[in-house]
């Protein structure tokens, strides 16, 4: 009997949640804020995400995992309230819980990581959360920082914004993006892999985009300990020239348009943008920043918003980048 | 009480390591988590009873290299479809269970029959 009793002591930590519905496709980003995606190839295939919408009934929040492999996909995601057990894999298709918040907390919780496969393989993930500190009658509306407008209606003409075939998208194993594309003149399909870290002082950029002719701004990038890029222009630029990069450290209304610059989130209207540009094919390439002058402390990029521009500078897509593991 | 015991010190022992594994060691996602922890008592139960089966009746070179056969193989191939699988179907958790009973089973098996050898 002793056995019996150690062995009930011992904390189960395995968790069952209900599955709320099923399709066969991801939910659409509609509305500011972007959704927070990734995808897993490796010991399964498929992406999970998690968005905040605002409608006229309110704000919603989603959480979604979308498996896209022939075999079943067993997971839990606590913090997301999802789960599929052994015994009843998710087949292909989506399993999401969408549920009425009254108001998105400004910061996502960076510490929402996903298990998968039986024996748990971990995956970092990152979901939106309430914000438990708003007050009951705040809720509902629009997330601060971001336009105005409509992000699927052109704001300068007014048109909707079809969208259809042409997809964007920014990946990295350990950070999450998604752009929205306020274009209908947009060739197909882009494809934009991107992904920063800060290490010993330097912002790491790997970016590879096609159509080659496409830039990514960076703009209103949010440190963990303030930091302005602007003040190491030069060395972005010495940086650069080694690189053989074309790098435009530059203000928004520089460089887009005013029927772009009414797309961007008020943040970065006032904000430097850093301007990417690949020149070719595919570029691949580190920019030292030199944080560490002037500061004396180790500097880590939690968020910045990207705008994806075409040859002319034309703002095709925006989206968000964060960094999944917190500092 | 105070007899039984002291005459089980190596099964009580096992039970605590087994305690501290589970602590450790991910269990299958979802219900079937509860389910293996359910049946790691159960195989404790039919181990600590084989083991008074076949105390003094059989050859204790020959039940030391069974227990060890079983512990190791049953471990070996229970791990390997552990993290090998990544969806298991019906067939293979039955498997898994069945290597699973097997293993913790031989491990009880063995304390029990250490604690008769020990005892007065």
Not at chain 1, 220 to 230: A, C, E, I, K
């Amino acid at each position: 009997m002793r056995c019996a009793s150690v062995f009930f002591a011992i904390p189960f930590f395995t968790l069952s949640y209900s599955a709320c519905s099923a399709d066969d496709t991801p939910p659409q980003d509609l509305h500011p804020p972007p959704a927070l995606t990734s995808d897993v190839t490796v010991n399964g295939k498929f992406r999970f995400g998690s968005d905040a919408e605002t409608y006229a009934n309110g704000t919603w929040i989603n959480h979604w995992v979308c498996n896209m492999d022939d075999e079943g996909l067993v997971f839990v995601w606590e913090k997301a309230r999802l789960s599929r057990p052994t015994g009843n894999p998710l087949p292909k298709g989506c399993q999401d819980d969408p549920h009425p918040v009254g108001k998105v907390a400004e910061q996502p919780d960076y510490d929402a990581p996903i298990r998968y496969t039986q024996s748990g393989r971990n995956r970092s993930a990152a979901i939106y959360v309430p914000d438990t500190t708003a007050s009951p009658t705040s809720g509902g509306g629009a997330q601060q920082a971001q336009p105005a407008t409509d992000p699927n209606v052109n704001p300068g003409t007014g048109t909707e914004n079809k969208g259809d075939g042409a997809q964007g998208k920014i990946n990295g194993n350990s950070r999450f993006r998604t752009i929205f594309l306020n274009s209908d003149n947009i060739p197909t399909p882009i494809d934009v892999n991107l992904d920063l870290s800060v290490e010993n002082d330097t912002l790491n950029v790997n970016l590879k985009v096609e159509p080659s002719y496409l830039k990514v701004a960076l703009g209103s990038m949010g440190w963990v300990q303030s930091g302005d890029f602007v003040a190491n222009v030069e060395a972005i630029y010495s940086a650069a020239k080694e690189k053989d990069l074309e790098v435009l450290v530059t203000e928004p209304t520089k460089v887009l348009g005013s029927e772009d610059i009414a797309w961007i989130p008020n943040v970065s209207k006032t904000e430097s943008l850093l301007l990417l540009s690949t020149g070719k094919e595919v570029f691949s390439s580190e920019i030292g920043l030199g944080l560490k002058a002037g500061i004396g402390a180790t500097m880590h990029l939690r968020t910045a918003t990207l705008f994806i521009l075409d040859g002319d500078n034309g703002l095709i897509g925006t989206g968000a980048y964060s960094a999944l593991t917190p500092e | 009480m105070w007899s039984f015991i002291t005459e089980n010190k190596f099964v009580e022992g096992m039970a605590v390591i087994a305690a501290v594994v589970g602590l450790f060691f991910s269990a299958p996602l979802g219900m079937e988590g509860y389910f293996q922890y359910g049946l790691g008592v159960v195989a404790a139960f039919l181990g600590i009873l084989v083991a008074n089966r076949i105390y003094d009746k059989y050859n204790s070179g020959v039940i030391v290299a069974v227990i060890l056969a079983c512990i190791l193989l049953s471990g070996f191939f229970y791990l390997y479809l552990f993290y090998n699988i990544d969806t298991p179907g019906l067939p293979i958790q039955i498997l898994e269970g069945f290597l699973f009973t097997l293993f913790v089973g031989a491990f009880f098996c063995a304390a029990r029959l250490v604690d008769r050898s020990f005892a007065p």
